[in-house]
């Protein structure tokens, strides 16, 4: 069983940048594929990134290649989802998830954060 929690969530302005952090539970972290989801309201959960157990591995959406960076510190058991260049359209509740067999989409993951909104203002 793991257990996640996001946090650094918050209201930014356009061009700014976050960093959101997610804590993990379980002495196993260092097994799982890490991913972040986000939801905006009234659409459905979109994949924003993943990366491997060990940390060499990352792929990100194509909305958020180049201003987004996933990175993980094991012995922290925390994964972190840096956001840099913001626009209004990243406005959403943020997700991470943990999963075995982990790849895009949100079936493939089995553990899952309570999430952390950001709101991106003009």
């Known amino acids: 069983q793991v257990q996640l929690v996001e946090s650094g969530g918050g209201l930014v302005q356009a061009g700014e940048s976050l960093r959101l952090s997610c804590a993990a539970s379980?002495?196993?972290?260092?097994?799982?594929?890490m991913g972040w989801f986000r939801q905006a309201p009234g659409k459905q959960r979109e994949f924003v990134g993943t990366?491997?157990?060990?940390?060499?591995?990352?792929y990100y959406a194509d909305s958020v290649k180049g201003r987004f960076t996933i990175s993980r510190d094991n012995a922290k058991n925390t994964v972190y989802l840096q956001m840099n260049s913001l626009k209004l359209e990243d406005t959403a509740v943020y997700y991470c998830?943990?999963?075995?067999?982990?790849?895009?989409?949100?079936?493939?993951?089995?553990?899952w954060g309570q999430g952390t909104q950001v709101t991106v203002s003009s």
């Open positions: 998830a943990a999963g075995s067999f982990a790849r895009t989409t949100p079936g493939t993951y089995d553990y």
């Open positions: 379980g002495r196993t972290f260092s097994a799982y594929t």
């Open positions: 990366i491997s157990n060990s940390g060499r591995n990352t």
